[in-house]
């Protein structure tokens, strides 16, 4: 595959690729659907250089994951927060903490060694360059962050869950209803078919997750393309 997008590569000749044809395309879709492995990236955990717990911060103490990651209902891209936002709280929470040592040389300037300089997160999730991804629009659409990341809601560390491949993406585009849920819901980690009876008259046949994802479906005509402009302009 590598001599498709040689690294000299911008986004024309990809727009070419994909104009090709049938053929090409057949065999390219053939090839990520069987060949590319799809726990390629899946467990991926690296080190950080504050030890930052979802489980703590979103499990114990109740935070919102907009709360740090404001533009995920918003923009196409999810940020992850600045120094600021800990800040908030560390300036008077836990302050002397080792483990927030980097903070402080971000965000205080009394400290020895302060710098004033981002925190270097560690990027875990990444499509490559020539994948058109948007958050909002799957967020704003009933698609919980859990369907794409796990239950980041109980990760000490954060790791990928899912593969995020071409046949992942498909599949979901393919059948939304296993994972739409009621836009209420979207944040809730604990959404689960016990939830439903409070969407559907009583004595209703909706019983489950996936009985309310098709009616959901439906009732707002969700219909994700499957085009290959659709992800890849
Ligand atoms: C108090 C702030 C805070 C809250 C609340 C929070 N996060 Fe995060 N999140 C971070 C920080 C900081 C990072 C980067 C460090 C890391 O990966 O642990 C991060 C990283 C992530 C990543 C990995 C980003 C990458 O590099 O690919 C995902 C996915 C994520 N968060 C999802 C969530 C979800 C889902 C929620 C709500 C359940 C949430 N976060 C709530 C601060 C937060
Ligand atoms: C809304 C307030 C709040 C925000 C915002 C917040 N934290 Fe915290 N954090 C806490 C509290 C409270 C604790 C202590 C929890 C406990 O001890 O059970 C904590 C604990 C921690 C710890 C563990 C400290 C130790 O020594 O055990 C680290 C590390 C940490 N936070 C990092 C961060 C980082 C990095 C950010 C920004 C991405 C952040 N926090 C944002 C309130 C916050
Ligand atoms: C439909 C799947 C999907 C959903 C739903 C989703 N994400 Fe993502 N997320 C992705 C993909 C794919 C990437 C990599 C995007 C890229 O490289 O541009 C990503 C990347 C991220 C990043 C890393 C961005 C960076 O630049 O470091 C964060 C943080 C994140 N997501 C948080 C969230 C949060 C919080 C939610 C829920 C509110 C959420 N995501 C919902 C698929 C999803
Ligand atoms: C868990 C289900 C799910 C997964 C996984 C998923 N999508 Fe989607 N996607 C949707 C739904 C639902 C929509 C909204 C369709 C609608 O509005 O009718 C959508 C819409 C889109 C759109 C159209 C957005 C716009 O601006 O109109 C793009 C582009 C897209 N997805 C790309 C991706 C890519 C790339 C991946 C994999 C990295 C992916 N999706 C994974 C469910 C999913
Ligand atoms: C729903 C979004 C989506 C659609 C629709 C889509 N792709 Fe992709 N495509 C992706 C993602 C995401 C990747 C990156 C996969 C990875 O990083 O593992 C990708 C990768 C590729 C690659 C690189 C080779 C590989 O196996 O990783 C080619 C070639 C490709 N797509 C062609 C196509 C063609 C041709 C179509 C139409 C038949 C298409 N794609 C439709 C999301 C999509």
Request: proline letters at 6%.
């Amino acid at each position: 595959m590598a001599n498709i997008f040689p690294r000299w590569t911008n986004l024309l000749p990809l727009k070419i690729a994909v104009c090709i044809g049938t053929t090409v395309a057949g065999i390219a879709l053939a090839f990520s659907y069987y060949a590319t492995p799809k726990t390629l990236r899946v467990g991926y955990q690296p080190s950080q250089p504050i030890p930052f717990s979802h489980k703590i911060h979103v499990d114990q103490l109740g935070l919102d994951c907009r709360y740090c990651h404001s533009f995920v209902d918003v923009a196409g891209h999810s940020n992850v927060p600045t120094g600021n936002t800990c800040w908030n709280c560390h300036q008077h929470v836990q302050r002397d903490s080792p483990k927030l040592e980097p903070l402080h040389r971000s965000m205080n300037d009394q400290h020895p060694h302060y710098d004033g300089k981002p925190i270097e997160w560690v990027r875990i999730h990444k499509s490559p360059d020539y994948v058109y991804f948007n958050h909002s629009a799957h967020v704003n659409r009933g698609i919980s962050c859990q369907s794409c990341h796990g239950d980041v809601n109980q990760m000490e560390v954060v790791y990928q869950a899912e593969s995020h491949s071409m046949g992942w993406c498909l599949d979901c585009h393919r059948a939304p209803e296993k994972h739409l849920r009621p836009l209420e819901e979207v944040f809730n980690f604990d959404y689960g078919d016990k939830d439903v009876a409070r969407y559907v008259a009583e004595g209703s046949a909706v019983k489950t997750t996936e009985d309310l994802g098709k009616k959901l479906k439906e009732q707002f005509k969700v219909s994700p393309k499957t085009s290959c402009a659709t992800c890849h302009h």
